[in-house]
């Protein structure tokens, strides 16, 4: 292997050295182009492989400090675990019914969307809108405060309001709760 490469390096010589010093000045700068270019590129290919690298590193540092902070994590989660019923997760039909009840107790006037249930692996969430017009703010904060006796099993993911000069608003509450879905070969 080493002959051969040395007989290819003595015929590249010979046929470099048999043209003119014109034909060699061009030959170089042929040669010097393509350099050129070969670096830029890797230049290229270089600076990608760094700004890779620039993001591992922020996702380490992001990773060690989830997990420098995961006992505070656990002790928290372990806090709401003590206060989590699962017996209490509200299914659809529990939470049209919840609704139309806070809402009725609130004495608004208003419209339900068929429920939603979208799975989650483990959870099944089903969500609603609720609609009510020309309401007052009492009523309004009064199905809130009725609503939020059931959290963390119901909860309000959106509340869009619009008033009117008489003091009355309408509303449009996105309200959402999660149960267990069954397991499965059960």
Same mark, same amino acid.
């Given at each position: 292997?080493?002959?051969?490469?040395?007989?290819?390096?003595?015929?590249?010589?010979?046929?470099?050295?048999?043209?003119?010093?014109?034909?060699?000045?061009?030959?170089?700068?042929?040669?010097?182009?393509?350099?050129?270019?070969?670096?830029?590129?890797?230049?290229?290919?270089?600076?990608?492989?760094?700004?890779?690298?620039?993001?591992?590193?922020?996702?380490?540092?992001?990773?060690?400090?989830?997990?420098?902070?995961?006992?505070?994590? @656990?002790?928290?989660?372990? +806090? *709401?675990?003590?206060?989590? &019923?699962? $017996?209490?997760?509200? /299914? !659809? =039909?529990?939470? @049209?019914?919840?609704?139309? +009840? *806070?809402?009725?107790?609130? &004495?608004? $006037?208003?419209?339900? /969307? !068929? =429920?939603?249930?979208?799975?989650?692996?483990?959870?099944?969430?089903?969500?609603?809108?609720? $609609?009510?017009?020309?309401? !007052?703010?009492?009523?309004?904060?009064?199905?809130?405060?009725?609503?939020?006796?059931?959290?963390?099993?119901?909860?309000?993911?959106?509340?869009?309001?619009?008033?009117?000069?008489?003091?009355?608003?309408?509303?449009?509450?996105?309200?959402?709760?999660?149960?267990?879905?069954?397991?499965?070969?059960?």
């Amino acid at each position: 292997m080493k002959r051969e490469l040395k007989k290819l390096f003595g015929k590249a010589r010979f046929w470099y050295e048999s043209k003119s010093a014109r034909e060699r000045f061009m030959i170089l700068g042929v040669a010097w182009i393509l350099l050129f270019l070969w670096f830029t590129a890797l230049s290229g290919k270089t600076r990608h492989l760094f700004g890779a690298s620039a993001g591992l590193d922020k996702r380490e540092e992001l990773a060690r400090l989830v997990i420098s902070q995961s006992p505070k994590i @656990q002790k928290k989660l372990d +806090n *709401c675990l003590k206060k989590f &019923d699962p $017996s209490r997760t509200v /299914s !659809s =039909i529990n939470l @049209q019914i919840f609704s139309e +009840n *806070c809402a009725q107790d609130a &004495d608004l $006037s208003y419209s339900l /969307s !068929s =429920i939603t249930t979208n799975d989650a692996g483990r959870f099944k969430i089903n969500n609603l809108t609720l $609609s009510c017009s020309k309401a !007052s703010m009492d009523s309004l904060a009064k199905f809130e405060d009725r609503l939020s006796e059931y959290e963390p099993y119901i909860s309000v993911s959106k509340a869009v309001f619009d008033g009117d000069s008489k003091g009355n608003a309408s509303a449009r509450y996105s309200i959402s709760s999660f149960e267990f879905a069954p397991e499965e070969g059960k």
